[in-house]
């Protein structure tokens, strides 16, 4: 073979080559695909850039056209429980604890077990499993994929006035001793200020017991449900249902609790006085500390500074480093028994959590344009922007994974410092049992009654309004006339049965 | 005739009392339009407050912001005149027709009208029938799903029933037609029925956000009460650890915008009243006690 047929040959190899690979790609390809999701929120104004972004870099992957409905946040449930009901076609939807499930059993949504094990492995290697627990069926099967967020971040922590501290020469708060000795000193010195707001001391309560007791497998939340739950040690006690209110646990609280009462801790009428989560009370210098959520510690930061410059807040933590248990995830994407491709749906929640940059792209949009990152890796928004006018600022509580979050460069330090802690903080790994789901349907009546009962003791109780032995045992008392019994012998017969077959 | 000491000292204490009662019930509205004018700063600080301790103007720029809500009160203006114009029509032919003794089979007809404010087929049939008239994403879709209200029907009904026949058998007598009699005669004489029906179906173009809520995703067709609850529902949702409350880049006047878009909502609306009032309660009055 002469030297120009040998270049002619290879000439024609490779461009057979191209063509077959050309080929090759444009097959995989698969057909463009409306892809509709639902959400809260408002739109963001320049969400279509994004789409085009997202559209252009997935062509040959997804290939799929974006749009997302945004519904008010009041209305949010309602409307899509409508369209669903109407068969009304969509593909990926936010939903909540509880809404999940039913609009399981409605059969609104899908079985997601299958299309994940084929498409969703990113989604299985970056969400930890106990946060897949929560979004399985009674029959164990995966109804939604949840969200990932900050571990213990919601409403267990505090946020202290670093300036009295510092004021009355306190080290920094970590534990019960050191938290009381601050507690203390603002009741004794700030006549004007309330040291605790009214109910905050079970942001300390919560880590506390973690740190004396075992974690518990809990049904039902303090004051808004019947609080049941079961510990799964060794030995006799594995597995055995009980009574939270009954158990040392709940006398530890309402010793806790008194003794803020007591100290002079909280507002002399606590019923009456502000209480909760108003988060205006620490900026305007009512109360010197609160229970708070990490996610608003920059609106409770910007409040104080625009009010009382002079203040500082710090973040506080019970028992900083321990691990923490896995709590309960409440924010789930599912797929839409209506969707016209529930495998291209689930390839797309696939897909932001596949690279940092996808995440970045859906979640903060493009760089450059929308925001620019700092070297520190924080995302920098325009000069005066406003946080609820953001040029893209998606609702996050459908794909968010706070491993994958950025810091933002204005937030303030110590949502910085919790955005860190969170992230490297260890979680417990939730034990097998942690799967299993109460069915209440037969004892509908018992917590109804039972959630009377603890919305009028409960709260009382466990702040040291109500104190003494005698209130607590009519507590427990009427609890079990209203038919505790009845739902602890039901329970543990359901776990049991639940346990056999999941051996 | 001089009137008594007496007489004249009950007057003054009537009136001090009655203004004591009028600036009682104002009362919310004002502490509503002062905390609207009123920076967040001084919310937090010290509350709400009728007269504005730091003025600003903020809540009121913040709502606004972008000019979607000039578009928005567009939209409403539009379907509240538009709506109330076809659904008085509507209402007030079909009650007039059926107040007549010569129209054969009215009471079976009025009972088929009485029939839906009992029964419905439900939300989700409504709502697919809706979608598969082709009304979505049009502004009809703000105005013909409620331009016909049984009740305020069976209201005007009760009122044409209370017009003295004979006037309408005269007109007839002289050669006028139904429509005729309909628009020169019953009309004037049934202004209190209409201005009450006008007010109540305004009422219920204006205020209504559901039919936007389901039908409407052009944000160009959003009408102004959708719109500020999108404001409010966000704002609110800002305060409660939503994303951007996490983002640290710039505080939105979360109190004072609601105040804001409450007086942003009302402002039109409550215009309409002084005007019709009179004839408001007079129309209520008369068909509630003629059955």
């Known amino acids: 073979m002469t030297k120009g047929k040998g270049f002619s040959v290879l000439v024609v190899l490779l461009t ?22 639902m959400t809260a929120g408002d ?81 299985s290697k970056k969400i930890l499993p106990s946060n897949w627990v929560w979004a399985k069926s009674a029959d164990g099967k995966t109804i939604a994929v949840p969200c990932q967020y900050a571990k213990d971040g919601i409403y267990t922590t505090l946020v202290v006035r670093k300036d009295l501290r510092v004021k009355y020469k306190l080290p920094e708060i970590t534990n019960m001793d050191t938290l009381g000795r601050y507690l203390d000193a603002v009741a004794k010195n700030e006549p004007k200020i309330t040291p605790l707001l009214g109910g905050s001391i079970q942001a300390a309560v919560v880590h506390e017991l973690e740190r004396l007791y075992d974690p518990v497998i809990d049904y039902g939340y303090q004051g808004q449900g019947y609080f049941i739950g079961f510990w799964e040690t060794k030995g006799a006690d594995a597995c055995k249902v009980k009574n939270w209110y009954a158990d040392k646990r709940a006398q530890t609280c309402n010793k806790m609790g008194a003794d803020a009462m007591n100290r002079g801790w909280y507002a002399k009428d606590l019923n009456a006085g502000i209480q909760g989560y108003d988060q205006t009370a620490i900026a305007s ?41 896995a709590e309960t995830c409440n924010n789930f994407s599912q797929v839409s028994a209506t969707s016209g491709d529930p495998a291209r749906a689930v390839m797309f929640l696939d897909w932001i959590q596949a ?42 509580w459908y ?62 109780l466990s702040n040291g309004v109500l104190q003494g032995d005698a209130n607590y045992q009519k507590f427990l008392k009427e609890l079990d006339n209203a038919g505790m019994p009845a739902i602890l012998a039901g329970m543990q017969k359901q776990l049991d049965a639940w346990r056999a077959a999941h051996k | 005739m001089r009137r008594s000491v007496l007489l004249r000292t009950f007057d003054v204490l009537n009136v001090v009392y009655l203004t004591g009662i009028a600036l009682l019930l104002i009362s919310p509205f004002l502490l509503v339009l002062g905390t ?50 076809i659904a008085v029509l509507i209402t007030s032919m079909a009650g007039y027709a059926i107040s007549r003794r010569i129209l054969r089979y009215r009471n079976a007809v009025a009972l088929v009208f009485y029939f839906t404010m009992l029964f419905n087929g439900g939300i989700v049939p409504w709502y697919i029938m809706v979608n598969n008239m082709g009304l979505r994403n049009s502004i009809w879709v703000l105005i013909l799903p409620i331009c016909f209200s049984p009740f305020l029907m069976l209201l005007i009904r009760n009122f044409f029933q209370t017009l003295p026949e004979a006037v309408i058998e005269s007109v007839k007598l002289d050669g006028a037609g139904e429509m005729r009699i309909f628009l ?57 650890g939503g994303m951007q409350s996490k983002m640290n880049v710039g505080t939105a006047p979360t109190e004072s915008a609601k105040t804001a878009t409450s007086i942003l909502t009302i402002g039109p609306i409550i215009l309409v009243y002084p005007f019709i009032q009179k004839y408001f309660i007079k129309g209520i009055t008369i068909g509630a006690v003629k059955g």
């Not at chain 1, 063509?19 to 409306?34: D, K, M, Q, S, V």
């Not at chain 1, 609104?108 to 084929?118: S, Y």
Request: aromatic content about 14%; overall charge neutral.
């Open chain 1, 16 to 37: 057979l080559t191209m063509l077959a690979a050309f080929a090759a790609t444009a097959a995989a390809a698969p057909a463009l695909y409306n892809l509709r999701i």
């Open chain 1, 43 to 123: 739109k963001p104004p320049d969400q279509q850039s994004v789409f085009d972004a997202i559209e252009a870099k997935t062509r040959n992957t997804l290939n799929v056209k974006i749009t997302v409905d945004y519904i008010p946040w009041g209305d949010y449930i309602e409307k899509v429980r409508l369209m669903s009901a109407a068969k009304e076609k969509f593909d990926i939807c936010l939903t909540f604890s509880g809404v999940a499930s039913e609009a399981f059993n409605r059969q609104e949504m899908i079985p997601l077990d299958d299309l994940l094990k084929q498409y969703g492995q990113n989604l």
């Open chain 1, 285 to 325: 210098g009512l109360v010197a500390c609160l229970q708070m959520d990490y996610y608003n510690f920059n609106t409770i930061y910007n409040n104080a500074k625009q009010t009382n410059p002079s203040f500082e807040l710090e973040w506080a933590l019970i028992n900083k480093g321990q691990p923490v248990p």
């Open chain 1, 355 to 396: 690279s940092q940059d996808n995440y970045d792209l859906w979640y903060y949009g493009i760089k450059g344009k929308h925001y620019t990152l700092s070297s520190k890796g924080d995302v920098v928004y325009p000069a005066g922007s406003i946080s609820t006018a953001l040029p893209y600022a998606p609702t996050p």
């Open chain 1, 399 to 460: 794909f968010r994974n706070y491993m994958m979050d950025r810091a933002i460069s204005t937030d303030c330090d110590m949502s910085k410092t919790a955005q860190e802690y969170w992230k490297n903080v260890k979680v417990l790994p939730l034990p097998s049992t942690a799967a299993f789901v109460f069915q209440t349907k037969d004892f509908e009546l018992e917590i109804t009654q039972l959630n009377t009962i603890i919305a009028q003791y409960w709260n009382d």
């Open chain 2, 36 to 85: 609207s004018f009123s920076t967040e700063k001084s919310i937090m600080l010290h509350g709400y407050a009728m007269w504005p301790r730091e003025f600003s103007l903020d809540a009121y720029r913040f709502v606004i912001r972008g000019g979607a809500i000039f578009r928005a009160y567009g939209v409403s203006i539009f379907v509240t005149f538009v709506g109330t114009l």
């Open chain 2, 184 to 240: 020169q005669i019953i009309l004037p004489m049934a202004l209190p029925g209409f201005a009450t029906i006008t007010l109540f179906y305004m009422l219920s173009f204006w205020n209504d956000w559901w039919l936007a809520l389901c039908f409407i995703d052009k944000e160009a067709l959003f009408p102004l009460q959708y719109l500020l609850r999108k404001v409010l529902s966000s704002t609110l949702y800002a305060g409660m």
